[in-house]
Structure formats: C-alpha cells, structure tokens
C-alpha cells in the first residue's frame, strides 16, 4: 500500500509494506521486491520516501554503511541481507538499527508462546533526510491485538534555506528616476554609442553579435554615469558610521596594523551595543503608542 501526501516543499511517499515469510520460496520473495521497485519508480528523486513494515527479515546488529546501523537485534540472516541490499540500491536507512535502546525497544514480532522475540518489521527512510528521524523504538505496552509490537518513529524533517546566489547590483539605478540630469546623461551616452554602431554594422545581421554590443554599451555608460551603490546594513539597527569604523577596521586588517585594529573593534562593539538598545527602545515606544491609537496597525507592525 502506497499513500503520497502533499508537502509546503517536498511530497512525502509512505510505503507500508508485508514480505513473504521466511517458508515462502525465493521466486516469491523476488516477486515481492520487483512490485517495490515499481512502487518507488513513482516516487520522484527530490521526494521523502518512507517505507516501513513486516519485512520477515533479521538485519542483527552488524552495522552496513549507511543503511544498517549497529543497534539492531540479533543476528542476521540471508533474508536481512537480501533486504539491506535492495535498501542500499534504493538508498534507504534503516532507522530502528540506529538508535540504542534496551532489547524492549527493539524487538518488533513475539512468537506463539513467547517463546521467540524477533526484530523483523522496520521503519526506513531516504537517507538523504535520515537526520530527520529524531527516534524509532517499539512500544511494548501498547495494546494491538497482534504478535506484533507497535513501531513509532518520530520524524522533524527542517530542509535547508538555500542562499540566493543572485548579487545585488553594484551601481545605485534607482538614481535614473530621482535625478533628471544624470537620467539624461546616460540616454545620450547610450543612444549616441548605439547610432555608432548601427552605422557601423549596417550589413551585419547577425543578432547575437548585435546583442552583445548593445550589452556592452550599456555596462560601459552604467560604469562611467552612475554611483555605485552604498553598502547597505544586514541589521535594522546599524547606523553608517559603524559601517564606516567597519570599513576602516577592515584597511588596518590587511595592513597588520594590531593596535588600530582593536582600538576599533572596540570601538565598534560598544556603538553597536548602543545603537541595538536605542533602536529596540524606540520599537516599543512605537508599539505602546499603536496599541494606545490602532490596534490593527500595532498587529501589522508585530507581524514584520
């Protein structure tokens, strides 16, 4: 059986799963892995895939590579080495194998009589999302009606924040709208360096040629007309001049001048304290004033 629920950023595939038993012959058993094959084939690669039930299979407690870990019971026999070579192939882990617990917390099947307790049912995942399992033992005392013991995995998958690799422009192009006269300076160095090259290349019809000299009039009249952007402060609380105390700590670093360099520092630590105290005062007087004035506007404010 087969569910796919629908992630905020990634589907999750749980897969619930009963192998053969260990009597069944190995045509079945092969049968049994060639339907989890085609299960997975729909499952995409970027996808959680969570697989877990009665695999009729002893891993023990030898470790293999990332898929089996050193905290299962027993020992192993062919059937685990069947299962945790099609878990390698799938890159799945083991997850029950990896935590250690007391054999109570491990042992997942009672046989009549309770004269056998076996670790056969387990809770895998893609390893790529293995730090996610935070647990997965067995619940002894849980009432289920079944020679099987209850199997939970506790699961808080957090996926990495990807950083933008899309830099900030190094000029400041918003001036184009706030000043006229360098607006106007850069539409006639731009038209005057296109008309000489559309008399130039009356003949050349080639457009990707054309394009690339357009794009390099167009970086060559922004590196002569306009400013470079300002540094711009990470915090909400800087104030330009740390950012200056920050840029002049910076020369006195390449040039191994010590003694500047931490009579600066110092200097900044202090002002920066400074600065973070008034900014987060002058925030709650904000706040006290909108709770007094407009509720929804002190909500808003809350929310950013």
């Keep these: 059986m087969m569910i796919k629920l629908k992630g905020k950023k990634?589907?999750?595939?749980?897969?619930?799963?009963?192998?053969?038993?260990?009597?069944?012959?190995?045509?079945?058993?092969?049968?049994f892995y060639e339907q989890l094959d085609i299960a997975f084939k729909t499952c995409k690669s970027q996808e959680i895939k969570i697989l877990?039930?009665?695999?009729?299979?002893?891993?023990?407690?030898?470790?293999?590579?990332?898929?089996?870990?050193?905290f299962g019971l027993g020992e192993r026999n062919d059937r685990g080495d069947t299962f945790i070579q099609w878990c390698e192939e799938k890159e799945l882990a083991i997850m029950n194998t990896w935590f250690q617990q007391h054999n109570r917390r491990l042992y997942t099947w009672i046989s009549p009589g309770d004269q056998t307790r076996n670790?056969?049912?387990?809770?895998?995942?893609?390893?790529?999302?293995?730090?996610?399992?935070?647990?997965?033992?067995?619940?002894?005392?849980a009432d289920c009606n079944s020679d099987h013991i209850l199997l939970v995995a506790k699961v808080a998958i957090r996926l990495k924040k990807i950083k933008s690799t899309i830099k900030e422009p190094k000029f400041d192009f918003s001036i184009l709208k706030s000043n006229k006269i360098i607006a106007n300076k850069f539409k006639i160095e731009v038209t005057n360096r296109y008309n000489v090259l559309a008399i130039e290349e009356t003949h050349n019809e080639d457009p990707s040629a054309k394009w690339n000299q357009l794009e390099k009039i167009l970086t060559?009249?922004?590196?002569?007309?306009?400013?470079?952007?300002?540094?711009?402060?990470?915090?909400?609380?800087?104030?330009?001049?740390?950012?200056?105390?920050?840029?002049?700590r910076r020369k006195y670093k390449s040039s191994n001048s010590k003694k500047q360099y931490k009579e600066i520092e110092k200097q900044i630590k202090q002002k920066c304290a400074?600065?973070?105290?008034?900014?987060?005062?002058?925030?709650?007087?904000?706040?006290?004033?909108?709770?007094?004035?407009?509720?929804?506007?002190?909500?808003n404010k809350i929310k950013l």
């Design 10 to 31: 990634l589907d999750i595939n749980i897969i619930q799963a009963y192998a053969p038993t260990s009597t069944s012959t190995e045509e079945v058993l092969a049968t």
């Design 52 to 70: 877990m039930g009665d695999f009729n299979a002893k891993v023990g407690r030898c470790k293999h590579e990332t898929v089996a870990g050193p």
């Design 119 to 141: 670790q056969i049912d387990y809770i895998c995942i893609s390893q790529r999302f293995r730090n996610g399992v935070k647990q997965c033992k067995t619940m002894p005392s």
């Design 220 to 248: 060559e009249t922004t590196n002569m007309v306009l400013p470079k952007r300002d540094k711009q402060a990470k915090q909400p609380w800087m104030t330009t001049e740390i950012l200056n105390l920050m840029n002049q």
């Design 274 to 299: 400074k600065a973070k105290e008034e900014w987060i005062n002058k925030q709650c007087e904000e706040l006290e004033d909108l709770a007094n004035k407009n509720q929804q506007l002190l909500y």
